[in-house]
């Protein structure tokens, strides 16, 4: 997704948290990567390059993170949720079923949907976010037609 860490930890560090090694390692960690990733995916990679991280300090880590808005939960399929780097302005997500990589995508104009459920419901619609799931290109290859299909 190519955003800048050193831009995350000038934020972590104007907002008074204390940026300890554990906490920058988990905030470069996703920021570098092109995936969703879940917060027990980010606790064995940080565990991989310092097994002396713990479990909470990647929750409360992703807490401050995404109260800084430099991350966003994305819907996982297993229950659970997964964190993506945050972008500023409109997002649309493609998110890979098969490996979670995230792909953004520029979307048509859903002012008119948006107004119709707004006034269905009741709701006054301020935005959206629109998050589709698929196989991506690399895990088609992986995949036997047969299984192709399966929900």
Not at 43 to 60: D, P
Not at 118 to 143: A, N
């Amino acid at each position: 997704m190519s955003i800048t860490p050193l831009t995350w930890i000038n934020q972590i560090n104007a907002s008074g948290y204390r940026l300890t090694t554990p906490r920058r390692m988990i905030a470069e960690i996703i920021a570098g990567s092109d995936r969703a990733l879940t917060p027990a995916e980010i606790f064995i990679q940080a565990r991989s390059i310092n097994n002396g991280i713990g479990l909470v300090t990647v929750y409360r880590t992703l807490e401050k993170l995404e109260s800084l808005n430099l991350v966003e939960k994305v819907h996982h399929e297993a229950g659970c949720h997964a964190y993506i780097a945050h972008r500023d302005g409109h997002q649309h997500l493609l998110i890979c079923k098969g490996c979670n990589r995230v792909v953004y995508f520029d979307g048509d104009d859903y002012a008119k949907l948006m107004e119709s459920i707004g006034e269905k419901s009741g709701f006054q619609m301020q935005d959206h976010w629109l998050q589709l799931l698929g196989i991506c290109p690399e895990c088609q290859k992986k995949v036997t037609p047969r299984t192709r299909n399966d929900p």
